[in-house]
C-alpha cells in the first residue's frame, strides 16, 4: 500500500474523530482527544477561568462545520503544514466562539437574575464584536498557551 492510500485511511479517521462527538460520547474523552494535539491549550485552560468547561464548549461551530474543519486540520497535519503544538491556526473563528460564550452567559435566566449585568453586557456589546475583545483571556491563560511557540520543533523526516 503506498504512503498516499496509508495516509488519506489515517486522515479520514482521525478526521472522523476531529470535531466532536455523535451522541453518547464520553466527554472527558473528549477533551483527552483534543489535548493529543493541542498540549499547551490543555495547560492553559487548566489555569483558566474555564477549567470545568469542555473545550467544545467554547470551540464548537456546530457539528456539520466541526467535521468539515477536522477534515482540514488532520489534512494540515499530515502533509506537514501544520503542527499544532508549535504553529499558531491560520483561521480562528472568534465570532463562533463569542456565540458559545453568549450561549451560556447571555441566557433569558442571567437576564431575569442579573438584570443589570445583562443590561450593561447587551449595551457594550453593540459596539464590539466578541466577548472576546474584554475578556481575552476567558478560557486560556495567554502566558501558558503563549509557551507553545517556545517548545522545541519536531521536524517531520522525509
Ligand atoms: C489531529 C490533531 C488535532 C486534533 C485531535 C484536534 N485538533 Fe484542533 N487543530 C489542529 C490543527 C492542525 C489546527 C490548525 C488548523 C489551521 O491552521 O487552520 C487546529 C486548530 C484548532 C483551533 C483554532 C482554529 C479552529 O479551527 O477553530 C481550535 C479552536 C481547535 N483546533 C480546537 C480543537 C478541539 C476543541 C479539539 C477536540 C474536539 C481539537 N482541536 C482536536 C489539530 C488538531
Ligand atoms: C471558556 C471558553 C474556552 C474553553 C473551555 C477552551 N477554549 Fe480554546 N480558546 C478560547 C478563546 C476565547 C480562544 C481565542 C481565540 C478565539 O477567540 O477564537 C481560544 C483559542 C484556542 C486555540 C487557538 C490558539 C491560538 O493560537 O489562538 C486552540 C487550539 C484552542 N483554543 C484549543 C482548546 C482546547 C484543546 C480546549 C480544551 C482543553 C479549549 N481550547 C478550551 C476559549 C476557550
Ligand atoms: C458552557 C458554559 C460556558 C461557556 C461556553 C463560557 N462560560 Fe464563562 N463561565 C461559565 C461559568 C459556569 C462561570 C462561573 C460562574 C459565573 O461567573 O457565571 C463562568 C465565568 C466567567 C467569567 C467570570 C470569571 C471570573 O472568575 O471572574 C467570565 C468573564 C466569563 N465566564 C466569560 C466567558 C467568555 C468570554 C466565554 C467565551 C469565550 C465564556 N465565558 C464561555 C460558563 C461558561
Ligand atoms: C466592552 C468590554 C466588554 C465586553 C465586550 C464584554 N464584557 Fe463581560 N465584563 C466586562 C467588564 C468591565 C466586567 C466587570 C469586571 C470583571 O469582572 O472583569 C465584565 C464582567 C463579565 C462577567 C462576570 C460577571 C460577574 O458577575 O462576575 C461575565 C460572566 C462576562 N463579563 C461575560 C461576558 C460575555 C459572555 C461577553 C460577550 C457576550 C462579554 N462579557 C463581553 C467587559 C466586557
Same mark, same amino acid.
Request: glycine share 4%; charged share 25%.
Given at each position: 500500500m503506498g504512503r498516499f492510500w496509508i495516509i488519506t485511511i489515517v486522515v479520514v479517521v482521525l478526521a472522523l474523530l476531529v470535531g466532536g462527538g455523535v451522541g453518547g460520547h464520553h466527554v472527558s474523552k473528549q477533551n483527552a482527544f483534543c489535548i493529543t494535539c493541542h498540549a499547551y491549550e490543555k495547560v492553559s485552560w487548566d489555569h483558566? &477561568?474555564? =477549567? =470545568?468547561? &469542555? /473545550?467544545? &464548549? /467554547? #470551540? %464548537?461551530?456546530g457539528l456539520v462545520t466541526d467535521k468539515l474543519h477536522g477534515v482540514r486540520k488532520v489534512y494540515l497535519m499530515f502533509t506537514g503544514q501544520n503542527n499544532p503544538h508549535n504553529d499558531p491556526p491560520s483561521r480562528l473563528y472568534p465570532e463562533k466562539t463569542s456565540d458559545n460564550c453568549t450561549d451560556c452567559h447571555m441566557t433569558s435566566e442571567v437576564e431575569a437574575n442579573e438584570p443589570e449585568f445583562f443590561a450593561q453586557h447587551t449595551g457594550m456589546m453593540e459596539n464590539f464584536d %466578541? /466577548?472576546?475583545? /474584554? #475578556? &481575552?483571556d476567558s478560557g486560556h491563560d495567554p502566558e501558558l498557551q503563549a509557551l507553545r511557540f517556545e517548545a522545541p520543533r519536531f521536524t517531520q523526516e522525509e
Open positions: 483558566g &477561568d474555564h =477549567f =470545568f468547561n &469542555d /473545550c467544545l &464548549d /467554547c #470551540h %464548537t461551530k %466578541t /466577548c472576546q475583545a /474584554c #475578556h &481575552d
